[in-house]
């Protein structure tokens, strides 16, 4: 497999990295070889966030280059022009607006969200990264966070 470039952005408190964290370890899951790194904009609550998860069989770098990321995950509409010089032309752009706010019990569920979206796309086992996700949060917070994946697969599926 191709080294597959995914970069998370955000700000601090939306669960940026640990949208990263659930994927870097479902691909470690699937076998492949995986590298991941972070970069904290302020280092309070708020401040812009970027995660950075390469994964294939073999990856030499944590860092995905300006330009190659073949996913950009958003969780913060003010994130998205920042951004996107980090996307390769044909990438594909993850933006809030995709998920309603309103088909969501929880807010804080959009990583989750957006994470099901990418599953339909990047070629990685869903049941994997459900898994990942259950490793990730507490149980009280699993039923949620299951359905915000589920919704956001089946926005992947209408494309």
């Known amino acids: 497999m191709r080294v597959t470039n995914v970069v998370f952005a955000g700000l601090g408190g939306q669960g940026v990295i640990k949208a990263s964290d659930i994927l870097a370890q479902a691909a470690f899951r699937a076998g492949l070889d995986v590298k991941k ?3 904290h904009g302020m280092s ?13 069989d073999r990856v030499y770098s944590p ?4 330009g190659e990321a073949d996913y950009l995950i958003v969780l913060e509409p003010s994130q998205v022009e920042v951004n996107l010089p980090l996307l390769r032309p044909g990438g594909v752009l993850l933006s809030p607006e995709i998920i ?4 969501l019990s929880n807010k804080r569920s959009l990583n989750v969200a957006l994470l ?3 599953s339909g796309l990047v070629g990685l086992d ?21 359905r915000a994946f589920e919704f956001g697969r089946e926005i992947a599926e209408r494309g």
């Open 37 to 39: 790194s972070e970069l």
């Open 116 to 118: 099901g979206v990418l």
């Open 63 to 66: 860092m995905v280059p300006q």
């Open 126 to 146: 869903p049941d994997a990264i459900l898994a990942a996700v259950r490793q990730a949060l507490p149980e009280r917070l699993y039923q949620i966070n299951e």
């Open 100 to 103: 309603p706010p309103d088909r």
């Open 44 to 56: 309070q609550r708020g401040g812009s966030v970027t995660s950075d998860v390469r994964f294939g």
